[in-house]
């Protein structure tokens, strides 16, 4: 257990739909980062805050938008949801003194149908 | 592209023997690596480190090799177990920053035989 929770584990939803993804990140941990994990593309960095500010920008579509709020869990918001969009999302924190390991969540799987 | 990729995709092997998985990277710039273990169902887990001032870098039962001047590399097992099959992603970090945005390679997925 890497002490960051993901919730929900499994969404299913339709085309067209929004989605929001959640994230607790370790206790004392200040940066949080989303990926997304598909078949074809592997582990793709999205998004990353630190302590309530973007640090950094993957290959985020700008259907999808992200937040850190002041309690440092974040949300990974999706929209206008298309098949391909169905993969697992997970979440990574990293402590403030060594900021490079990330410690991931068990990941949210979403399948768009 | 990806600037991470790994020379083989599966890997079997007996349970006791020594698993070594291959990882090549492009970016020169690169400077600090990360060997994660995902098993079907869960998130990556953090395996080991090591920063491009190192060459070499031990941890319980795994080793990480790192050749700067052919950009290569690898994460050893010793003994290897049934526990430790699973998908393993080599990831790295360009240095500069405070970004820490890591790049991982497609993973190589590793079958022990009992």
């Known amino acids: 257990d890497s002490g960051v929770t993901q919730t929900p584990k499994h969404l299913i939803t339709a085309t067209g739909q929004r989605v929001t993804l959640r994230c607790s990140p370790r206790?004392?941990?200040?940066?949080v980062y989303w990926y997304q994990q598909s078949l074809d593309q592997g582990l793709q960095f999205l998004i990353q805050?630190?302590?309530?500010?973007?640090?950094a920008k993957g290959n985020i579509l700008e259907r999808f938008s992200a937040q850190q709020f002041p309690d440092l869990h974040s949300e990974l918001n999706l929209s206008s949801l298309e098949l391909g969009d169905s993969a697992l999302y997970f979440c990574?924190?990293?402590?403030?003194?060594?900021?490079?390991?990330?410690?991931f969540g068990p990941g949210t799987r979403l399948t768009v149908l | 592209g990806e600037s991470v990729g790994l020379h083989l995709p599966t890997l079997s092997v007996q349970e006791g023997d020594n698993s070594i998985i291959n990882c090549a990277y492009s970016?020169?710039?690169?400077?600090?690596f990360i060997w994660y273990k995902q098993e079907s169902g869960k998130g990556p887990q953090f395996i080991i480190d090591?920063?491009?001032?190192?060459d070499k870098r031990q941890g319980q039962r795994v080793t990480v090799l790192l050749n700067k001047t052919v950009k290569h590399l690898s994460l050893q097992i010793a003994a290897t177990q049934p526990g430790d099959s699973a998908v393993y992603f080599c990831a790295e970090r360009i240095a500069g920053g405070s970004n820490y945005k890591l790049t991982f390679g497609k993973g190589t997925l590793l079958t022990v035989n009992p």
């Open positions: 990574a924190s990293s402590p403030v003194t060594a900021a490079d390991t990330q410690y």
């Open positions: 805050y630190y302590n309530g500010e973007e640090r």
């Open positions: 206790s004392g941990d200040l940066s």
């Open positions: 970016n020169s710039a690169s400077d600090y």
């Open positions: 090591i920063r491009s001032n190192m």
